[in-house]
């Protein structure tokens, strides 16, 4: 073995390779005084304390927890500038809709990206993707959708392409070309959905520049039957859908998930109760983003209930410059506990196997189990429940990453 990882004082974990509902997703493995053994990246041993392994190196967990490591299945990871000018509006009551239609918003973010070059943005991602480790995550989801035109949606993909292969975080990139309608087409709605599926899809799943597609299908936004029909198209170049889905209004973008074949729905926030038993009998995964919810002052979604309902749920930061500033995996798992009322385990899963799920990697990572990426996370706690209770302080002590220390509390 190249790594052996011991005394571990709490080895908690989700097992399996694909995505836990209902009951199951609080059916967690806990190994006391455990070992886990590394060999060229891959896990070749997790269980109890065994006098007889031996590696290359030994790191002595000091009697601490580890689990997998986060997985942040929704985010906007590649853009250019900020928001900040937007919070006063907020707080005055302006609403996130009203602030994209005056030209804000997404829009705003728009302009940056389509300004920022290729080298800059893939520098800040560099900056954030580094962040992301300090707070324990290992693989990200990474969304396009502040270009709106060819060439600025290319560019966001190549730069999470390239952020891929030069730093630790994998990286699983999502075509969000339908992110909003751009202001040169502010009067020919239809005109934008045909240049976006004629022109712009067949380029991406020609050079191979994503695996999924998603779209903002929401009021002001795309409604579900214009979402349907660029979902519907993604399919056909390979792309396997995504929804950003009923976030601010019940406009059946939970239903259509189902019934477009969808990995995942995302936000979820006014998902009716149809469309919640439509994801559950179709295995839609909910990606729910709670971190969203505290910032825009809005309702959370009810992951209680849908767990209950046999809907798999994960957990995401949804970062990005406007509605969700925050790269803080272990404040969205606060949150889950708190306000979706998630127990610590189904909280877990929630963070790492279906979150791994929800891109298609549940195979790859998500769980610490023989055979699986050596992605792994030890905490300054002695148990689960800890990092759990406490909020507004980063508990992750080391970082181990496809078997290879990145972040080291010693």
């Given at each position: ?262 990995i995942s729905a995302e936000h979820l926030i006014q998902a009716s109760n149809d ?38 749920v994960a957990v995401a930061t949804d970062f990005n410059p406007g509605s969700s ?59 689960l429940e800890y990092i759990f209770y406490r909020y507004g302080s980063n508990l ?15």
């Open positions: 073995m190249d790594l052996l990882l011991k005394n571990i004082g709490i080895l908690a974990t989700p097992t399996g390779a694909v995505a836990k509902s209902g009951a199951e997703q609080r059916e967690i493995s806990l190994t006391y005084d455990a070992m886990v053994g590394i060999k060229d990246g891959k896990i070749v041993y997790a269980g109890s304390a065994d006098d007889s392994l031996n590696a290359s190196a030994v790191f002595d967990c000091g009697g601490k927890l580890v689990t997998p490591g986060l997985v942040d299945a929704h985010t906007h990871l590649v853009f250019g500038g900020w928001r900040q000018k937007e919070l006063g509006l907020k707080l005055e009551g302006v609403s996130y809709l009203d602030i994209l239609r005056a030209g804000g918003g997404i829009l705003s973010t728009v302009e940056h990206t389509r300004m920022t070059t290729e080298a800059e943005l893939v520098e800040k991602g560099k900056a954030l993707l580094q962040e992301m480790l300090l707070f324990g995550v290992t693989t990200c989801e990474a969304k396009s959708g502040y270009g709106l035109n060819t060439e600025t949606e290319l560019k966001q993909l190549r730069v999470a392409n390239t952020l891929d292969e030069t730093q630790p975080v994998d990286i699983i990139s999502t075509f969000m070309g339908a992110h909003a309608f751009p202001k040169e087409y502010n009067d020919n709605r239809a005109g934008y959905i045909d240049y976006l599926i004629n022109e712009m899809l067949p380029i991406v799943a020609k050079e191979e520049l994503a695996e999924f597609c998603d779209i903002f299908c929401e009021t002001a936004v795309f409604t579900p039957d214009e979402s349907r029909r660029i979902l519907l198209e993604a399919k056909k170049f390979g792309l396997r859908p995504k929804i950003h889905a009923d976030e601010i209004d019940p406009i059946g973008g939970a239903e259509m998930a189902a019934e477009v074949g969808a469309g919640i038993m439509a994801m559950a009998d179709k295995n839609v995964i909910a990606v729910l983003l709670p971190a969203t919810s505290f910032y825009l002052d809005k309702p959370f979604a009810r992951a209680r209930e849908m767990i209950n309902a046999g809907v798999p500033p925050s790269l803080n995996m272990q404040f969205v798992l606060n949150l889950a506990c708190l306000k979706y009322k998630l127990t610590p385990a189904e909280a877990l899963t929630a963070a790492t196997l279906n979150g791994a799920a929800a891109i298609e990697r549940a195979d790859v990572c998500g769980s610490v189990e023989v055979g699986k990426q050596a992605d792994l996370v030890v905490w300054k706690a002695n148990d992750v002590d080391s970082v181990i990453k496809s078997g290879e220390m990145v972040i080291s509390g010693k």
